[in-house]
């Protein structure tokens, strides 16, 4: 069984910072690519970013040049530091990664989400 656990959110104001971290832990025997996505109210989730084992990276238009994301393979964690933030990027962001279990094929893994609110 694979848990990914997120931490790091919270309430900040516009222009703040925020650096959220996700934890995966379990049988594991590798981790492709890793990421997070966020969901806004009445929105759908969208990908933010995401990084291969490769630390190739991708991320939305919206957050280029504001958010990196990163990962400590050795911790099989994965970062996402928030700079210059917006009211729009408001939203329950979820950590997602393709592992593969020791004798198993790759799936997609969930964290439970962390709310980030940007607010004055």
């Known amino acids: 069984q694979v848990q990914l656990v997120e931490s790091g959110g919270g309430l900040v104001q516009p222009g703040g910072s925020l650096r959220l971290s996700c934890a995966a832990s379990?049988?594991?025997?590798?981790?492709?690519?890793m990421g997070w996505y966020r969901q806004a109210p009445g929105k759908q989730r969208e990908l933010v970013a995401a990084?291969?084992?490769?630390?190739?990276?991708n991320y939305a238009d919206s957050v280029k040049g504001r958010f990196t994301i990163s990962r400590d393979n050795a911790k099989n964690t994965v970062y996402l530091q928030m700079n210059g933030l917006k009211p729009e990027d408001t939203a329950v962001y979820y950590c997602?990664?393709?592992?593969?279990?020791?004798?198993?094929?790759?799936?997609?893994?969930w964290g439970q989400g962390t709310q980030v609110t940007v607010s004055s």
């Open positions: 997602n990664a393709l592992i593969q279990l020791v004798w198993s094929r790759p799936h997609d893994y």
């Open positions: 379990g049988s594991i025997f590798s981790i492709a690519t």
């Open positions: 990084i291969t084992s490769g630390s190739s990276t």
